[in-house]
């Protein structure tokens, strides 16, 4: 049986209270553990040798540090009906709505308004935020990228765990649909920061200037990204 494959089935008899995964890397010098916000999990990084019983300990050493660190996380907000999530910052509460001649989702007056059947309103709500989302922080995307004499060649939004956004060299941005779910202002860095890309394709000295250029107050928003990011990954759990 492969370490990894053996060290999971060890790993399930410790009884973590959270699900444990384990990844292999060539790159690592030592064990060490990892807290995924957005499954409210561990993850163990390994060497590529490394003995299977040393392993098991590390994590029975460390048990207090992940049930301290799991309990920490803030408690998962399901998209359901009396839920509050933020809308550009500004929280807003879900409601069913009865008139079955009104959109199917509407946000206004500090609600988001769904109609239909209850059991589709966690998804609808969710595909509606994913279209604001596209829609929003598309159109600031191609404003500023024409400032800067560049194009935007397509927006995407998926639901990465580890980034907020992405350039490729094609020029095609890609966002988290949970941005929507920030202040306006951390949305115009974030934004910022991919439109930048179009120009640097790194992190350099020239790039982190473009971005100053382009949106004020870079380091607020990155601080506010920080502080926030397992509050972002809590909803729609």
């Known amino acids: 049986m492969p370490l990894h494959d053996s060290l999971e ?25 990892r807290i995924d916000a957005a499954e409210r999990g561990v993850e163990l990084v390994v060497p590529r040798r490394v003995a299977i019983n040393d392993c098991l300990r590390f994590v029975s050493a460390h048990r207090g540090w992940i049930a301290a660190r799991i309990a920490a996380l803030p408690a998962p907000v ?61 159109a600031r995307a191609r404003t500023l990228a024409a400032g800067i004499g560049k194009s935007v060649a397509r927006v995407g939004v998926r639901d990465p765990k580890s980034r907020w956004g992405s350039c490729s060299s094609k020029g095609t941005l890609s966002f988290s649909w949970r941005l929507v779910l920030a202040p306006e202002a951390v949305i115009d860095y974030v934004v910022a920061h991919e439109v930048a890309h179009l120009v640097e394709m790194n992190h350099g000295p020239r790039f982190w200037r473009l971005v100053a250029t382009l ?10 990204l920080r502080r926030h990011r397992t509050d972002l990954l809590a909803y729609g759990a």
């Open 78 to 138: 399901r998209l359901i009906e009396g839920a509050v999530v933020p809308v550009m910052g500004v929280p807003h509460r879900i409601r069913r709505e009865l008139d079955k001649t009104a959109a199917t989702v509407t946000i206004a007056d500090g609600e988001i308004r769904v109609r239909g059947d209850p059991a589709h309103l966690p998804r609808r709500v969710r595909d509606h935020l994913t279209g604001l989302v596209k829609q929003e922080l598309g």
């Open 215 to 224: 949106v004020p107050d870079a380091q607020a928003a990155r601080a506010w």
């Open 9 to 33: 089935t060890r790993l399930l008899a410790l009884d973590l209270g959270a699900p444990l995964t384990v990844r292999v890397s060539p790159r690592a010098r030592r064990v060490s553990l």
